[in-house]
Structures are given as C-alpha cells and as structure tokens.
C-alpha cells in the first residue's frame, strides 16, 4: 500500500514525487514536528527552517502567504499532506517558470533581454504558428508592453503567459526536446 492508499498524501502528490522523495520530506518534516503530533506548527523560524531542510529557501513573503492562507483556514498547524502539496507546487511553478524562460528566448536570440515588434513578426513569420497582420502585432505589443518603451520583457512576457490569453500561451509553449 502506497502513501496516497494510507492518506498520507494526496493522489496529485503520490503520482509527482518518487517514493524516496516523500520519505525524505517525511524525515524533515519529522524534524520540525516539536510536539510529535505529526504537525508543524505554522510559525515563521519553523517553515522556514523546514523548507530549507528540504532544499528550498523561501522569501519572506512566501512563508508569509503560507501563515496567511492557513490562518484564513482557521488553522495554526500544517500536516504532512499539506506540506507535500505545496512543495508540489512550488516545484510545478518553478518548472512552468524554467519553461517561460525558455519561450522567451525563443524570441530574445540575441539576449538583450527585449523583444520588440520587428523581432516578434520574424518569428510569427518565420515559424507559421499564427498569420497577424502588422497592426495586429502592433496592437499585441501595445498590449503586453506595460510601460509603453514599445519592448516586451521578460516580466512583460511572463505575465502574459501566465494570465494572458490562452491561444496565445498555446503559441508561444516552448517546443519540445526531441
């Protein structure tokens, strides 16, 4: 039986991370369990020192949000189930970020860290994913180019790719390594 089957974790949890990764996560989280109870108690040197023994290091406001959305909840301590999650998730968001990073380039060849409208037509051009017209590239631009310098940069484009349109996050997907 599987630490998902035991609900020890969650299904999502038990399917992203190696058996030897939740029995590692056990073993610090173990560690920050001052009562014994099979809790950590949601205060900042504890979060802290429990990402940290796991190989992370949170920003302040990272383990703020984390307090935070517990003490909404109604709660002072965290499970381990919980903890597995949110590393899953902070993981996940770093490999979506690694990926933005990524389709940026794609853009960005010369690394000036901008892409500007003329650099944007090649590649819609050059690649065939999506025939806009001139004004419509420009109107794009103007769009994601939120201090108007008439460049995207990467926090420009990362933000489009997070919360922007999604045909057009579906265009832009890094391609994959074959």
């Known amino acids: 039986m599987d630490q998902a089957e035991k609900g020890e974790i969650s299904q999502a949890a038990a ?8 029995l590692d996560f056990k073993e610090e989280f173990a560690l920050c369990d001052r009562i014994g109870n099979g809790t950590v108690k ?14 992370h290091n ?31 998730n902070r993981i996940r ?16 060849t010369e690394g000036k860290g901008y892409v500007d409208a003329v650099e944007l037509r090649y590649y819609f051009d050059a690649m065939k994913l999506i025939k806009l ?3 419509e590239i420009d109107e794009f631009m103007r769009e994601l180019d939120e ?9 420009e484009f990362k933000t489009m790719m ?8 579906n265009q832009f997907k890094s391609p994959k390594p074959q």
């Open 15 to 22: 399917l992203f991370f190696k058996e030897n990764e939740i």
């Open 42 to 55: 949601l205060v900042y040197k504890d979060l802290l020192e429990l990402f940290r023994l796991c190989g």
């Open 58 to 88: 949170p920003t302040n406001a990272e383990i703020h949000t984390i307090i935070n959305k517990f003490e909404n909840e109604g709660s002072k301590y965290m499970t381990f189930s919980e903890f597995v999650d949110i590393m899953m």
């Open 93 to 108: 968001d770093v490999n979506a970020d690694d990926e933005i990073e990524v389709a940026f380039a794609t853009f960005d």
């Open 133 to 135: 017209p001139p004004k």
């Open 147 to 155: 201090n108007n310098d008439k460049k995207i940069v990467y926090s």
């Open 162 to 169: 997070k919360n922007g349109d999604m045909y057009l996050k």
